[in-house]
């Protein structure tokens, strides 16, 4: 996705808020403020599993929303996640004959619409499903354990001959990128003021990079003078395998699958405060929960 098409997205985003607020009720106005934690995973190019048995690494975050009504309102929150994927816990032969493996740390801010199927009042409805979607701008880095089993970064190898003057249509991916949130969950009041939920989220990204695997292999001699003997080491990892050697693969040989962009996902709990509206904290959990407070 160019920069252009990103910031488009982003402004149709923006501008559908800009138009929907103004028709949504005042009344019931109420405000949402908590912590989520839970654990991520990923889809990909080392990774072909909604839900697969492994891979699952922490995630947090926290958020604010702002309802008009009961039924509808938005969300604005800032997320940590991390996944990782390798190619040894593939059930395909060619993957495991890659042998590639990475992890990244990612960091989002995320804005987007959510909708109450059933209302949330702490007077009447106390329960409901609600579902969300948005966009948000996340930052990653991919990464990997060398030979000395040191850390390394993978964008500045090049591992698919990214800026390099012998692939032209290949650009450095970006580490900031833009993603299409969307997901659902169930939320529960606990007395008149505290709210738990139980959320899961996908994230459709812009790039198909968050494993550094895309396109094709390109040629190893022009890898190792460009990038480096640890370029070529760790764009095919065959060698570190037992038994016979599978040669590096020819120049065009398909390393990804550059049909379809990377995913990232998460699941857990949220556990949030609820306010009709801001003011004297200490006034309003004791008016809400004056058994805090001796009352």
Same mark, same amino acid.
């Given at each position: 996705m160019s920069q252009h098409l990103k910031l488009f997205v982003l402004k149709r985003f923006l501008l559908s808020i800009a138009i929907l607020l103004p028709f949504l009720s005042q009344a019931q106005r109420h405000h949402e403020v908590g912590l989520f934690a839970g654990v991520s995973n990923y889809r990909g190019d080392l990774q072909?599993?909604?839900? &697969?048995s492994t891979g699952y690494k922490p995630n947090a975050g926290v958020f604010y929303k702002y309802f008009t009504n009961p039924r509808v309102g938005i *969300?604005?929150?800032?997320?940590y996640s991390k996944i990782t994927a390798a190619d040894s816990l593939s059930d395909i032969p060619v993957k495991k004959t890659r042998n590639l493996r990475f992890e990244s740390n990612l960091f989002e801010l995320h804005a987007g619409l959510e909708i109450? +199927? +059933?209302? =949330?009042? #702490?007077? *009447?409805?106390?329960?409901s499903p609600y579902i969300f979607g948005g966009i948000s701008?996340?930052?990653?880095?991919?990464y990997t354990d060398g030979l000395d089993g040191k850390k390394v $970064? +993978? *964008?500045?190898l090049s591992t698919e001959g990214q800026g390099m003057a012998q692939y032209p249509d290949r650009k450095p991916y970006s580490n900031v990128n833009v993603a299409l949130p969307?997901?659902?969950? $169930?939320? @529960?009041?606990?007395?008149?003021? +505290? $709210?738990?939920?139980?959320? =899961?989220? @996908? #994230?459709?990204t812009a790039t198909d990079y968050l494993d550094d695997v895309s396109k094709s292999y390109v040629n190893q001699d022009e890898l190792f003078k460009n990038r480096g003997k640890q370029s =070529?080491?760790?764009?095919? *990892?065959?060698?570190?395998? &037992?038994?016979?050697?599978? &040669?590096y693969p020819d120049f065009g040989f398909q390393r990804g699958d550059s049909k379809g962009n990377d995913w990232f996902w998460y699941g857990g709990i949220s556990l949030s405060v609820y306010f009709d509206a801001f003011g004297n904290a200490a006034t309003y959990w004791q008016s809400k929960c004056p058994g805090l407070f001796g009352r």
């Open positions: 072909d599993k909604w839900f &697969p *969300r604005l929150g800032a997320n109450n +199927l +059933l209302g =949330v009042d #702490r007077e *009447r409805s106390k329960v701008a996340f930052y990653f880095n991919p $970064m +993978l *964008r500045p969307f997901g659902g969950g $169930m939320k @529960f009041f606990l007395g008149k003021a +505290l $709210m738990i939920c139980t959320e =899961v989220g @996908f #994230r459709y =070529v080491d760790l764009s095919f *990892r065959s060698d570190e395998l &037992p038994g016979e050697k599978v &040669p």
